[in-house]
């Protein structure tokens, strides 16, 4: 599915390095979340419920994907 999203406000982590590879977020509405590639703002997205974001930041913290389904 393409998904339009040109009000969406995307941010960087501070974590990130300057000329870095990075991703962005945007927090969309119904709490869903979209995840990009900072260097193709108009190239696809990744769109998150938030289960779903809830799940893929929890297994990100834990150091990978290993993490089991719930």
Known sequence: MNVHLPNAQ????????AGG?????????????????????????LVFTPGEWDVFTRCLGSGGFDCPRS
């Open 21 to 45: 590879e990075c991703v962005e977020v945007a927090f969309l509405d119904g709490g869903k979340v979209g995840v990009r590639d900072s260097k193709d703002a108009d190239g696809p997205a």
């Open 10 to 17: 995307w941010f960087k982590s501070s974590y990130s390095q």
